[in-house]
């Protein structure tokens, strides 16, 4: 009689926030999690044992998470360069302003403390040539911010020419990095500079505050 054959099945995804139940996810067979991707302008925050991952070129994504809560989350940024250039810690500086406080409020809102927080950062790669360099003006932007809020930095892989693919394990902190070839180049720029003109038509609106 031939063997019976196991059914593998997925389980059931980790409790998601009320305010990302319309992300979706999908079940990673490699590394055996339910993972979400995000775009740039998003960010998310998994209570579970998830993997959030993301495409990176001159964008910047912060990882941060609270480890005794467990909680952790992504952003996914870019400062558009069409801003007065006399406004670096103004206009432009507003778009990764939001991105960084959003994230960190729903970690201190659901039990996350400032003094806790782990914080790694990757992108900021400078993927078209004889273009002006935004990967390193978001570099210096969380850089600042950071230190601004006497977060330190844990981990960081930044600049360079390559874009990378970002998978971050929310409930350890663990990070894996894929440096992708530089074909991918043209095709990332694209999908940055879409939402680049997105932003610029349609700004962030008001301001956020840390708790």
């Known amino acids: 009689m031939a063997p019976l054959a196991v059914q593998s099945t997925i389980p059931e995804r980790p409790e998601v926030m009320p305010q990302f ?29 998830e993997i959030i991952t993301t495409l990176l070129g001159s964008c910047v994504s912060a990882c941060i998470r609270d480890p005794q809560t467990g909680m952790g989350g992504m952003n996914h940024f870019l400062l558009p360069e069409s801003c007065d250039d006399r406004a670096v810690v103004g206009s432009r500086a507003r778009y990764g302003t939001y991105a ?11 039990g996350g403390r400032r003094e806790r927080l782990e914080v790694k950062l990757f992108g900021g790669s400078r993927i078209m040539k004889n273009a002006t360099d935004v990967g390193e003006r978001n570099i210096a932007f969380i850089r600042d911010y ?66």
């Open 21 to 49: 139940r319309s992300v979706k996810s999908y079940w990673d067979a490699q590394h055996g999690r339910h993972t979400v991707r995000i775009l740039p302008g998003e960010y998310y925050v998994s209570t579970g044992d």
């Open 100 to 110: 960084m406080e959003h994230l960190i409020n729903v970690l201190l809102a659901n």
């Open 146 to 211: 950071l230190r601004t809020e006497n977060i330190p930095v844990l981990k960081e892989d930044l600049g360079g020419t390559h874009p990378r693919k970002v998978l971050y394990f929310a409930a350890s902190g663990r990070v894996l990095i894929k440096k992708l070839p530089l074909s991918e180049n043209t095709q990332i720029s694209e999908l940055e500079s879409s939402y680049e003109q997105a932003i610029i038509k349609k700004p962030v609106a008001g301001d956020v505050d840390l708790f």
